[in-house]
């Protein structure tokens, strides 16, 4: 089965700074990825995904991510944190003929003014 | 507007009590999907169902059960809820088609037993 590793549960990052959430999968074959974000008290909402079209996939809220096959990762950013981007951010992949996804332990964002 | 809904957002239930979390979706989705959410272990599947009285174990569906009578609508079920069941739980719904569809998910419901 397929499984993410997201490295480092909790991020601080100064508002107008880069936003670096790091995602590496388990698989050797490309899967489809996906970043999830969860504001307090609210479910989960997508961010982006990739289902193997272009490698450098952009979301919503100025996050974007890069698939990178050598490194098995997808690493999300975002140039400059804004306070709203304060929130729990997940990483998650599936198999291409799965419908079922396996999350990663979660990234907490903090951003100081 | 796209809605998962689930039932409550809170509940408090003793030890042994049955306990039903409901999920009601209205955007006609074959997938539904119930996680357990954990500080530091992220959404662990539960069970999940991709049709009318259809129903798969996920990697956690020990002490849980579901019950998918119509399409919209997903219970979970504690038959004897354990102070170990305490956690956000949390309804999700997608499209047939795999992975490569967004799923959508409910505001959670936050259960304490006690």
């Known amino acids: 089965a397929q499984s993410v590793t997201q490295l480092g549960s909790h991020v601080s990052v100064s508002e107008g700074a880069l936003v670096l959430l790091r995602c590496n999968y388990s698989?050797?074959?490309?899967?489809?990825l996906f970043w999830y974000v969860q504001y307090p008290n609210q479910g989960l909402q997508l961010l982006l995904k990739y289902t193997s079209a272009a490698t450098l996939v952009k979301g919503i809220n100025g996050f974007e991510a890069e698939f990178k096959k050598s490194e098995t990762s997808f690493h999300l950013t975002k140039p400059s944190a804004h306070m709203s981007d304060a929130a729990e951010y997940f990483c998650?992949?599936?198999?291409?003929?799965?419908?079922?996804?396996?999350f990663g332990a979660g990234t907490t964002v903090t951003v100081r003014a | 507007d796209v809605k998962v809904t689930q039932s409550s957002r809170y509940l408090v239930k003793r030890t042994g009590e049955k306990v039903f979390l409901e999920c009601v979706q209205d955007m006609d989705h074959e997938n539904m999907f119930w996680y357990r959410q954990d500080p530091g272990l992220g959404l662990r599947l539960i069970y999940f169902s991709y049709d009318v009285k259809m129903k798969e174990k996920g990697d956690i569906p020990e002490g849980y059960s579901v019950s998918r009578e119509k399409k919209e609508r997903f219970s979970l079920i504690l038959e004897s809820a354990s102070t170990n069941q305490t956690s956000m739980y949390l309804c999700?719904?997608?499209?047939?088609?795999?992975?490569?569809?967004?799923?959508?998910f409910g505001q959670g419901t936050r259960l304490t037993v006690v």
């Open positions: 698989s050797s074959v490309p899967p489809y």
């Open positions: 999700a719904s997608s499209l047939r088609g795999g992975a490569r569809t967004e799923a959508f």
């Open positions: 998650a992949v599936s198999d291409i003929d799965d419908y079922k996804l396996s």
